[in-house]
């Protein structure tokens, strides 16, 4: 009977539960944790920009706009990274909100 290797513990966007998805904190501190392996999602934007997003628009769960304002579960789809260039991107605020199904997260930047 063959054996069965290692099994190797991924990282699901960083540390997902933890820090904001596919953030550099979230990341690193996966790789602290000691995971074998890191898992990201990457969306090109307009400008032919790489960016690590795990859905190609911003979701009303974890971004807000420019203004601090809420996005709308309606709306997020049509704020399509795709169609965005990086500085309008880099405009929405990401990893700051508190997120319920994580009860226990650092969910913020500051």
């Not at 769960?61 to 579960?73: F, H, L, N, V, W």
């Not at 997020?76 to 500085?87: A, D, S, V």
């Amino acid at each position: 009977m063959k054996s069965v290797g290692k099994i190797h513990v991924h990282g699901h966007r960083g540390w997902r539960g933890q820090y904001p998805e596919n953030s550099v904190i979230a990341f690193t501190e996966a790789v602290k944790l000691g995971v074998d392996v890191l898992e990201m999602d990457v969306v090109l934007s307009a400008d032919h920009q790489l960016i690590v997003s795990h859905d190609p628009f911003m979701h009303h769960e974890i971004c807000t706009k420019p203004d601090g304002s809420a996005i709308s579960a309606s709306e997020e789809e049509k704020l399509n990274i795709y169609q965005m260039n990086l500085l309008d991107i880099q405009q929405y605020v990401i990893g700051t909100k508190f997120i319920p199904d994580f009860r226990n997260n650092i969910y913020s930047f500051t």
